[in-house]
């Protein structure tokens, strides 16, 4: 049970501690509350105007002088010059285009369609090859068969 006191002695010295640092880096050691509403209606903003005029006098030291426009005619004729300069050969014109909606998609599936193309191309050239041969099969058994049926061109 003593230390239990003893923590919450502990924790208001801490509290009182804080609060003394708090009133000391605030400016001030009083605890009067009439300095403190006094230094609160000073710390207040003052409205700035600058394109309301105040109707009030008391007001109208907050008013901004109206502003002065800045010639720039220079500074256009400067821009000018420099877009008469600018050189079309150093856009990338591919990087401007949108992309498809797509892209990401065809990106993923390159690799796999690559594998896929190779696979194909090999099948092809397998079924090519298995159709010369059949069809040079066929044409041997047609020259023979020709041949059979005519022996007499054999011996001229």
Not at 22 to 28: D, M, P
């Amino acid at each position: 049970m003593g230390e239990i006191g003893q923590l919450e002695d502990e924790a208001m010295k801490r509290k009182q501690r804080l609060a003394n640092l708090k009133r000391k880096l605030q400016g001030g050691d009083s605890d009067e509350p009439s300095s403190k509403s006094a230094d609160a209606d000073e710390s207040l903003p003052q409205p700035i105007f600058r394109s309301y005029k105040p109707i009030t006098d008391e007001l109208t030291e907050n008013v901004l002088p109206q502003a002065e426009p800045v010639d720039i005619e220079g500074q256009v004729e400067d821009s000018l010059e420099k877009s008469k300069e600018v050189i079309l050969q150093d856009l990338d014109f591919m990087n401007l285009a949108p992309r498809k909606p797509d892209w990401d998609l065809k990106r993923d599936i390159a690799k796999k369609l690559e594998k896929l193309e190779k696979r194909t191309s090999r099948a092809i050239g397998e079924i090519i090859r298995e159709r010369l041969k059949g069809q040079d099969l066929a044409d041997a058994v047609t020259v023979g068969a020709s041949h059979a049926a005519n022996p007499d061109a054999d011996e001229d």
